[in-house]
């Protein structure tokens, strides 16, 4: 199974690059906050062409200028720099192929490369040990260690050997402000929610059904498990206290018209949403990706997708 993780020495500056991923079974709550141990177990697909690229080299005193919130970078490059034994001090930048708002998670990628990063610069290969420990910067960034299928059990994170491996990801973009919940937020509220006792107790049957599906190349009936995933997801959002919201009504009918494309047309993408507004749509092939997206362009030529 492949590292999803690249990395080249240029001089004395370490450059490494890691990938993002989203979820087909969704991490979402927390049984330990503090060991960052989730809730259930989750499976995700890895976003290769959506990459953070992180560059490391000695300073003076820790410098870090990344496009997200430093200080989360900041704390976790000691907690990293302490796990490592680094004790020089480095200048880190962090830096996406991707656009911010463009609906990809970037916590994801830029927790996996920055661990990756410390990890060679001291020295180390990067094993399950580090692989686990960037859950603690952020939990799905564990999960971009790996090409392909990925699965994050309560104590460890493994690649899947799947058919399917070579998806095509776009995303349709409905919102680009930030988000009034972070994810980080939404794993604590969902325990509040009715609901969440049963998701936990259901969501693991529901992650076999899915890699079975998968394992059988039934790519409808995986479409149709991903689904009523994101929906349960999204279900325990408006049924928290305080319940909260992302799926607004313009969410809600474009992602009905992609699932009736699929519907009337036999094929077509899987569909689903993180902790946000914004559509993920994944592909068997580049052809169906293409044959979508002009009957969509048709329809809503106006939205933007990012692919
Ligand atoms: C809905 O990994 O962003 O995207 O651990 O607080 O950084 P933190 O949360 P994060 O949560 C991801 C939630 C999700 C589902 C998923 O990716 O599994």
Redesign the pocket.
Known sequence: MQSAIKSEWLGETLRVSAPS???L????G?ENAEE?L?ANT?L?YTLEHARTLIEVKSACADKVDVPMGSARFLNFVKKLKAELLITESLSITSSNNFPTACGI?S??AS?AGLTAALTLWSGKKIEQDMVYFS?L?????C?SFYTGFVE?QKYAVKPIALPFNDLRHAVILLDKSPKAI??????KLVATSPLFKARIKNVESRLNELKIAISNKNWQEAGEIIKAEYLE?HALFSSANPSFNYRTSLCVEVERWCCDFVRLHGFGPWVT????PNIHLIFRSNSEKQDFLTEFNNKYGHLEVYQ
């Open positions: 991923n989203i979820a079974i969704k991490y979402m927390l960052k989730p989750s995700s998670a916590s994801a927790f859950r910067g952020s939990g799905s960034a999960r994050w972070s994810s980080s937020t939404a794993h997801m949403l993180d902790a946000g």
